[in-house]
């Protein structure tokens, strides 16, 4: 049975506070060390003196110096310094890797993203088999297109051939059709990338709420293809904050193309000018018109 350690503090290593403190100032900067907080007994005969630390954004820490003796020696020496924090310590947040840490938007010039082999995002695309994976889109046809050309198999994706795949090849057939990528979205790809999208530029944000329509009957709206294409868009106009950005079709904006449509200004009628009928004027008016008599004196000036 083993035997049970005293916590009582050892008289002697408890009293070695002035050791303990020049072992303290030797291991800190000048000025560094604060006031003595008291000792903590680690076992028999090993005492643990705690003093504050004033180091600059080290705030609540403290320099612990533990001190210890053999037994039934009167001589106690120094068993080692350490700065630790203390319960009210200022701590660095707890680590998080990169890729938890990463967030839409920090991605700068020159950065690079690398992704897991095994990303749930995506999924295998051409892998260069002789039998593309059954019910796959295109296996029907790229099986017909290399037995016409008499297709020889080459193994490996189309991106990791060590030269350019020759006419005739697997590798070449992928590469017209398209598919000379080495993984393509997955379906789950597809699901976090459409929540993705729904939360932001969807029907349930403010925008969208008060909008008077939704993109479905935009004009401004562009269709995007393949599935996707079942629910969401790209936005073209200039003047709406979703600009160029895929927006859900249940999205809306004050910018919607039919919001508020200016009718046309009424056109004025074209003049009415009889040009086949010729009115000659006078310059002179004709004396022999009128009730003017041609011979009577004119009147005076004045009332009559």
């Given at each position: 049975?083993?035997?049970?350690?005293?916590?009582?503090?050892?008289?002697?290593c408890?009293e070695?506070?002035?050791?303990?403190?020049?072992?303290?100032?030797?291991?800190?900067?000048?000025g560094?060390?604060?006031?003595?907080?008291?000792?903590?007994?680690?076992?028999?005969?090993?005492?643990?003196h705690?003093?504050?630390?004033?180091?600059?954004?080290?705030?609540?820490?403290?320099?612990?110096?533990?001190v210890?003796?053999?037994?039934r020696?009167?001589?106690?020496?120094?068993d080692?310094?350490?700065?630790l924090?203390g319960?009210?310590a200022?701590?660095?947040?707890?680590?998080?890797?990169w890729?938890?840490?990463?967030?839409?938007?920090?991605?700068?010039?020159?950065?690079?993203?690398?992704?897991d082999?095994?990303d749930?995002?995506l999924?295998?695309?051409?892998?260069?088999?002789?039998?593309?994976?059954?019910?796959?889109?295109?296996?029907?046809?790229?099986?017909q297109?290399?037995?016409?050309?008499?297709?020889?198999?080459?193994?490996?994706?189309?991106a990791?051939?060590?030269?350019?795949?020759?006419?005739?090849?697997i590798?070449?057939v992928?590469?017209?059709?398209?598919m000379?990528?080495?993984?393509?979205?997955s379906?789950?790809?597809?699901?976090?990338?459409a929540?993705?999208?729904d939360e932001?530029y969807?029907a349930?944000t403010?925008?969208?709420?008060?909008?008077?329509g939704?993109?479905?009957?935009c004009?401004?709206?562009v269709?995007?293809?393949?599935s996707?294409?079942q629910?969401?868009?790209v936005?073209?106009?200039?003047f709406?904050p979703a600009?160029g950005?895929?927006?859900?079709?249940?999205?809306?904006?004050?910018?919607h193309?039919e919001?508020?449509?200016m009718?046309?200004?009424?056109?004025?009628?074209?003049?009415?000018?009889?040009?086949?009928?010729?009115?000659?004027?006078?310059?002179?008016?004709?004396?022999a018109?009128?009730?003017?008599e041609?011979?009577?004196?004119?009147?005076?000036?004045?009332?009559s």
């Amino acid at each position: 049975m083993s035997a049970m350690r005293s916590r009582t503090p050892d008289r002697l290593c408890a009293e070695a506070v002035e050791l303990a403190r020049e072992a303290a100032m030797e291991a800190a900067h000048p000025g560094k060390v604060g006031e003595y907080l008291g000792a903590v007994a680690e076992g028999d005969r090993v005492v643990t003196h705690l003093f504050e630390s004033a180091e600059p954004g080290y705030r609540g820490w403290r320099w612990a110096v533990t001190v210890t003796r053999a037994s039934r020696a009167k001589v106690v020496t120094l068993d080692e310094s350490v700065l630790l924090p203390g319960p009210d310590a200022l701590l660095a947040p707890e680590w998080v890797p990169w890729s938890e840490r990463l967030r839409p938007g920090d991605m700068g010039p020159g950065d690079l993203l690398p992704t897991d082999a095994d990303d749930l995002r995506l999924e295998p695309g051409y892998t260069g088999e002789d039998a593309p994976p059954p019910n796959s889109v295109v296996s029907e046809e790229m099986q017909q297109l290399a037995a016409v050309e008499e297709a020889d198999v080459t193994a490996g994706a189309p991106a990791a051939q060590a030269v350019a795949p020759t006419t005739g090849s697997i590798a070449a057939v992928a590469e017209e059709l398209g598919m000379r990528r080495a993984r393509v979205l997955s379906r789950y790809g597809l699901h976090i990338a459409a929540d993705r999208w729904d939360e932001a530029y969807g029907a349930k944000t403010p925008m969208a709420q008060a909008a008077p329509g939704t993109c479905a009957t935009c004009g401004f709206l562009v269709a995007l293809g393949g599935s996707l294409g079942q629910a969401f868009g790209v936005c073209a106009n200039e003047f709406s904050p979703a600009d160029g950005r895929v927006v859900s079709l249940a999205y809306g904006c004050g910018a919607h193309s039919e919001a508020a449509v200016m009718p046309k200004p009424p056109r004025p009628a074209p003049p009415v000018v009889d040009e086949t009928v010729v009115e000659p004027l006078p310059l002179h008016p004709d004396r022999a018109s009128g009730s003017v008599e041609p011979d009577t004196p004119p009147e005076e000036l004045g009332h009559s």
